[in-house]
């Protein structure tokens, strides 16, 4: 069993900031990236920022120079700081965990409300 617990999100004014964290926990050998994801009403669920074990990061273009994403070591606590929100920016936020165990598998967090008011 694992589990994936994210906090931080709520309600921000347009150009306001918001820190999500997502915490990994149980059965786990070792994670093998943490990512997160947005789904807006009515839109799919879209990529927003990844970072792989050893540091390397990754950016959905419509966030790029306003999210930043880091982790410890392990990374088995992450952040996802916003800054400049937009009120496109509103969505649930999910975190996703690929990780191994005897396999490689992957684990979605039960996401975070951010809505950001113009």
């Known amino acids: 069993q694992v589990q994936l617990v994210e906090s931080g999100g709520g309600l921000v004014q347009s150009g306001g900031s918001l820190r999500l964290s997502c915490a990994a926990s149980g059965n786990i050998f070792r994670i093998k990236s943490m990512g997160w994801y947005r789904q807006a009403p009515g839109k799919e669920r879209e990529f927003v920022a990844q970072i792989i074990n050893g540091g390397t990061t990754n950016y959905a273009d419509s966030v790029k120079g306003r999210f930043t994403i880091s982790g410890n070591n392990v990374i088995n606590l992450v952040y996802l700081q916003m800054n400049s929100l937009r009120p496109e920016d509103t969505a649930v936020y999910y975190c996703?965990?690929?990780?191994?165990?005897?396999?490689?598998?992957?684990?979605w967090g039960q996401g975070t409300q951010v809505t950001v008011s113009s």
């Open positions: 996703k965990m690929d990780y191994y165990t005897d396999l490689e598998y992957y684990h």
